[in-house]
């Protein structure tokens, strides 16, 4: 099976990136240029007309959400086990964890950048702004308390919520949150640096982009 993923630096469809490498798919990376719109490119807009990345074309057609296409990643390559295949609650737990980070935590991270989605008062924006470290400090500690099991996110198994988590906590720094308070989440993030389909990875989003 041959796909195209299409992404772009510093966005959320690194998580996506590093579960094909994990899974050890043939595929093909298009990088979009954000500095220079490309996501708006009536070309790139035929394929998905969110204007965003990840996007995912399989052989049966596309997909655009990033829990949608962690599972179908882990669901087409089987061996690789990246998601419980006959355990329908445990495959569940993952679009569990997956959907907060996406729905919730990208959401309050979103805030700081992209305030004009939801305001178009200047001083709106600044307060959405001002209020990051907090809303997304609040989403980490939850994560660091509560749903972070250990070693990996599921516990001993590793799974596609593990690069999604490492994609998401790429962003605390700029996000402000106070690092001290998330032990876990850090040593989580530190080992899955290690892993060589990450590093592959992001050895990838380091070339130029594909025009």
Same mark, same amino acid.
């Given at each position: 099976?041959?796909?195209?993923?299409?992404?772009?630096?510093?966005?959320?469809?690194?998580?996506?990136?590093?579960?094909? !490498?994990?899974?050890?798919?043939?595929?093909?990376?298009?990088?979009?240029?954000?500095?220079?719109? !490309? /996501?708006?490119?009536?070309?790139?807009?035929?394929?998905?007309?969110?204007?965003?990345?990840?996007?995912?074309?399989? &052989?049966?057609?596309?997909?655009?959400?990033?829990?949608?296409?962690?599972?179908?990643?882990?669901?087409? *390559? &089987?061996?690789?086990?990246?998601?419980? /295949?006959?355990? &329908?609650?445990? *495959?569940? #737990?993952?679009? $569990? *964890?997956?959907?907060?980070?996406?729905?919730?935590?990208?959401?309050? @991270?979103? @805030? =700081?950048?992209?305030? @004009? =989605? +939801?305001?178009?008062?200047? %001083?709106?924006? #600044?307060?959405?702004?001002?209020? %990051?470290?907090?809303?997304?400090?609040?989403?980490?500690?939850?994560?660091?308390? !509560?749903?972070?099991?250990?070693? +990996?996110?599921?516990?001993?198994?590793?799974?596609?919520?593990?690069?999604?988590?490492?994609?998401?906590?790429? +962003?605390? !720094?700029? $996000?402000? %949150?106070?690092?001290?308070?998330?032990? @876990?989440?850090? $040593?989580?993030?530190?080992?899955?640096?290690?892993?060589?389909? %990450?590093?592959?990875?992001?050895?990838?989003?380091?070339?130029?982009?594909?025009?």
């Amino acid at each position: 099976m041959t796909l195209t993923l299409y992404t772009a630096p510093g966005t959320c469809a690194l998580a996506s990136h590093i579960a094909l !490498e994990e899974a050890g798919a043939e595929y093909e990376l298009k990088q979009l240029d954000f500095s220079k719109a !490309e /996501q708006f490119s009536a070309e790139y807009l035929s394929i998905n007309p969110k204007a965003r990345v990840p996007t995912l074309i399989t &052989p049966r057609g596309i997909l655009t959400e990033t829990p949608a296409i962690l599972a179908f990643i882990a669901q087409a *390559f &089987p061996s690789a086990d990246l998601a419980a /295949q006959n355990d &329908p609650f445990a *495959f569940a #737990e993952v679009q $569990d *964890f997956n959907s907060y980070l996406c729905s919730t935590v990208h959401v309050a @991270h979103a @805030h =700081r950048r992209r305030g @004009h =989605r +939801w305001a178009d008062d200047p %001083v709106a924006i #600044e307060a959405m702004k001002k209020k %990051v470290p907090e809303s997304v400090g609040a989403c980490f500690d939850l994560i660091e308390s !509560e749903m972070l099991q250990g070693p +990996w996110v599921m516990g001993d198994s590793y799974t596609v919520a593990d690069p999604y988590l490492f994609t998401v906590a790429q +962003w605390l !720094e700029g $996000d402000g %949150v106070d690092l001290d308070r998330i032990p @876990h989440v850090l $040593d989580h993030r530190n080992r899955m640096s290690k892993r060589p389909a %990450v590093q592959k990875a992001l050895n990838a989003l380091r070339k130029p982009a594909v025009a």
